[in-house]
Nanobody
Framework: QVQLVESGGGLVQPGGSLRLSCVAS????????MGWYRQAPGKQRELVAA???????NYEDSVKGRFIISRDNAKNTVYLQMNSLKPEDTAVYYC???????????WGQGTQVTVSS
């Protein structure tokens, strides 16, 4: 059974930082691409950041220079370090795991990030 469990969300003031974590089980973590999507109220889900099994990263334009995605294969965990947070970063953040050849994508349950003063 595949599980992706996110943690680290919460309420933070503008300019603050949060680190999201996503622990995966039931998959060969080291061969999966991992990443984070987010969905704000009334908006479509959008890709925030992704990291391949080889460690190549990709970011949505609005978070470049502020967010950092990383992975620890020994811990089956992917992280999203979010710095200089803005109110427009407020959303539910979802972790995903994508199998080789993109045949299967698994999702976490989501974690709420709220940026507000």
């Amino acid at each position: 059974q595949v599980q992706l469990v996110e943690s680290g969300g919460g309420l933070v003031q503008p300019g603050g930082s949060l680190r999201l974590s996503c622990v995966a089980s039931g998959i060969r973590f080291n061969i999966y691409a991992m990443g984070w999507y987010r969905q704000a109220p009334g908006k479509q889900r959008e890709l925030v950041a992704a990291i391949t099994s080889g460690g190549i990263t990709n970011y949505e334009d609005s978070v470049k220079g502020r967010f950092i995605i990383s992975r620890d294969n020994a811990k089956n965990t992917v992280y999203l370090q979010m710095n200089s947070l803005k109110p427009e970063d407020t959303a539910v953040y979802y972790c995903y795991a994508e199998s080789p050849l993109r045949s299967v994508k698994y999702w976490g349950q989501g974690t709420q990030v709220t940026v507000s003063s």
